[in-house]
Structures are given as structure tokens and as C-alpha cells.
């Protein structure tokens, strides 16, 4: 019951409230550059994306550690949404400063992430923590293709972009270090697939 209290609190604030992050951004302190109005709306575009994944991000982590019987694996996933909050303030930031809005479907993305955790998580621990590395691994080349497309003169917008990618590859090496099962060819196609949906509804809506 605990833990269900405790997934409703989580999404509550994910969803409605403002995130308050642990550390600094790592744009503070930057001056905002000299961006064209195409470049502007590009850049809030793809930070909405990113905003859309730190969206996941909590809901996954949050079904998966609700779901664990293993204390250790569940502090693990709870210092990892930890971390994952700060990148959701980090994106929230970057929108607000961009003049973009998040996502509409925020609600949506985060509904269907919990599920998928939550039932990877019943399957097993090693396969909750395998599904951890697909997603966390499918980020960070998500976020390399980011930093491909961002304008070189958003570089606030790069600094967050290039933290979070460094982020997510440690999740993905932690989890994979504590024993993940590494995911069938199929499932991992089929992650890649809703992704590209995920991301392409997001970058407009």
C-alpha cells in the first residue's frame, strides 16, 4: 500500500508539479544565445522530446521499485529517479526559457510507461533491470541525435542535452552491473518502435 501511495505522489508532482532539482542545471549560468525563430522553434521541440522521456523516466522507475521485493534493487531505482528528476526540472527549464510548452500528452506517456515497468518488474528482477538498459541505451543515442540537430548557438540547451546523455549510459552500465537480462531481439525492436512513435508525437504535440 505503501508503495502505491507513494507511485500516486510521484506521478502527481511528475505531471502537475513544478520539478525541483537536486543540482544545478547544467546551463546555469549560461547567456541565453542568439537563436533564429526556425532555430528557436527546433530547439523547443527537442526539448520537449527530452522533457516527454524524463516524463518516462519517473514512471518507469517509480512502477519498477514499487514492484521489487529486493530492498537493494529498490533504493537503487529510487536514487536512479532521483537523478532522472533532476533532468526532468533541466528540460522543464530549457522549454520555459525557449517560450515552449510540454507535452499534451504527458498524462498518456506516463500511464504507459508505469504499465510496461510494472510488468517487466513482475517478470523478473534481472528482466526489470534489462529493460532499464534497452531504454537507457535507446536515450542516449536518442540524445546523441539531439545534439546532431540543436543549434550550435543553443548551447544551454547542448549542455543539458550532453549531461543527460552521460547520465543515462551510467544508468544503463549500473543496471547492467547488477545483473540485467539482456532483452529478445523482438522486444527490443518493439521498444525502438514505440519510441519513434513516441518521440515523433512529441515533437508536435
Not at 526539448?47 to 529486493?70: F, I, P, W
Not at 522543464?92 to 507535452?103: F, M, N, Q
Amino acid at each position: 500500500m505503501d508503495s502505491l501511495f507513494i507511485a500516486a505522489d510521484n506521478a502527481l508532482r511528475t505531471l502537475f508539479a513544478s520539478p525541483h532539482a537536486s543540482e544545478k542545471s547544467p546551463a546555469h549560468g549560461m547567456a541565453e544565445g542568439t537563436l533564429s525563430a526556425a532555430q528557436k522553434q527546433l530547439s523547443g521541440a527537442l526539448m520537449r522530446v527530452n522533457h516527454v522521456g524524463e516524463v518516462c523516466a519517473q514512471a518507469l522507475y517509480t512502477s519498477q521499485a514499487a514492484v521489487t521485493k529486493d530492498p537493494a534493487l529498490r533504493a537503487h531505482l529510487q536514487e536512479a529517479a532521483r537523478e532522472e528528476t533532476d533532468h526532468l526540472a533541466w528540460t522543464r527549464e530549457r522549454l520555459d526559457a525557449l517560450g515552449a510548452r510540454p507535452s499534451l500528452l504527458n498524462p498518456l506517456w506516463f500511464a504507459g510507461a508505469f504499465v510496461l515497468g510494472a510488468v517487466t518488474a513482475k517478470v523478473s528482477d534481472r528482466a526489470s533491470l534489462g529493460f532499464v538498459v534497452e531504454t537507457e541505451n535507446q536515450v542516449a543515442a536518442h540524445l546523441q541525435s539531439h545534439l546532431r540537430r540543436l543549434p550550435e548557438e543553443d548551447r544551454a540547451s547542448r549542455a543539458v542535452v550532453h549531461r543527460m546523455k552521460q547520465d543515462e549510459e551510467r544508468h544503463a552500465a549500473q543496471a547492467r552491473a547488477s545483473g540485467a537480462l539482456q532483452l529478445p531481439a523482438p522486444a527490443r525492436a518493439l521498444m525502438r518502435a514505440a519510441a519513434k512513435v513516441m518521440t515523433t508525437t512529441a515533437h508536435h504535440i
